[in-house]
T-cell receptor, first 115, second 113 residues
């Protein structure tokens, strides 16, 4: 099946710094990538949708200047958490979908801890 | 807005017991329905999906789900659970405005050996 990777899997950063998370589709071209956030014991909430070569579409309540998303190629999307604060600590999960297949494939997630 | 509700937050079963996890969605259009499993420390994996056709869908690891359109339900079942089925189970519908999945809050399944 299709494989999606995320890097890093776990990151700790100090408050005020920025963190970049990569999401890669390893064996297919992802025309659309989704970024979700999962709080402990809660469900996944969509943060933003990115289409290759276009600006990301953010969900209501998600600050686009804080969570910068770039989908520069058909196999890579990045999420940068700028000026991170402890309340940004969470589990960030990406998923990818190709134009050929309706199904989404999920990455393993990145656990961000901001101290 | 579309939503997915999972009735049980935490289910505890003994091995060999039968399992049924409830899932209801609110979406009036054509739906694609999914069940995902997240084992401890691992990423989401697709258990099964329904797009069209036979409303009884069989997935991996002996799981199945039945789509009942009149009840807006897509319950997950397994006749006999194993300790290795201990995980969090998420129901999802492809009903987001961006084509994204909308997830239920998840049901934690604990199977006692």
């Amino acid at each position: 099946g299709a494989v999606v990777s995320q890097h890093p899997s776990w990151v700790i950063c100090k408050s005020g710094t920025s963190v970049k998370i990569e999401c890669r589709s390893l064996d297919f071209q992802a025309t659309t990538m989704f970024w979700y956030r999962q709080f402990p014991k809660q469900s996944l909430m969509l943060m933003a949708t990115s289409n290759e070569g276009s600006k990301a579409t953010y969900e209501q309540g998600v600050e686009k200047d804080k969570f910068l998303i770039n989908h520069a190629s058909l196999t890579l999307s990045t999420l940068t958490v700028t000026s991170a604060h402890p309340e940004d600590s969470s589990f960030y999960i990406c998923s990818a979908r190709s134009s050929a297949y309706y199904e989404q494939y999920f990455g393993p997630g990145t656990r961000l801890t901001v101290t | 807005a579309q939503s997915v509700s999972q009735h049980n937050h935490h289910v505890i079963l003994s091995e060999a017991a039968s399992l049924e996890l409830g899932c209801n969605y609110s979406y009036g259009g054509t739906v694609n329905l999914f069940w995902y499993v997240q084992y401890p420390g691992q990423h989401l994996q697709l258990l099964l999906k329904y797009f069209s056709g036979d409303p009884l869908v069989k997935g991996i690891k002996g799981f199945e789900a039945e789509f009942i359109k009149s009840k807006f339900s897509f319950n997950l079942r397994k006749p006999s659970v194993q300790w290795s089925d201990t995980a969090e189970y998420f129901c999802a519908v492809n009903g987001g405005s961006q084509g994204n999945l909308i997830f239920g809050k998840g049901t934690k399944l604990s199977v006692k050996p």
